[in-house]
């Protein structure tokens, strides 16, 4: 996932949970991506994982299915098919 344009789709925040143990949190908006930002609010979306499986999944590298998706899943689907062209 890498994208430098603006968010297009409503504003979003979004985990990323590696079973392993860290996790990470990026809030969409049409500012575009903050990583790590303030705590304010649940994710509406939780994404979950190996790490590998993540990063995989996020450059579409293995099908999205791979990953355990909690909450609004047309969010993660909306971020796959995100691109800076929008």
Do not use: C, N
Request: glycine share 8%.
């Amino acid at each position: 996932m890498a994208s430098l344009g603006k968010w297009p789709h409503r504003p979003a925040r979004v985990a990323f949970t590696a079973v392993e143990g860290p996790s990470w949190v990026v809030d969409l908006s049409p500012a575009g991506v903050q990583l790590d930002p303030a705590a304010s609010g649940e994710p509406v979306t939780t994404v979950h994982g190996a790490a590998s499986d993540l990063v995989l999944a996020l450059y579409k590298r293995i099908p999205a299915d791979a990953v355990r998706v909690d909450g609004d899943r047309s969010v993660f689907t909306e971020l796959l098919g995100w691109s800076a062209t929008e």
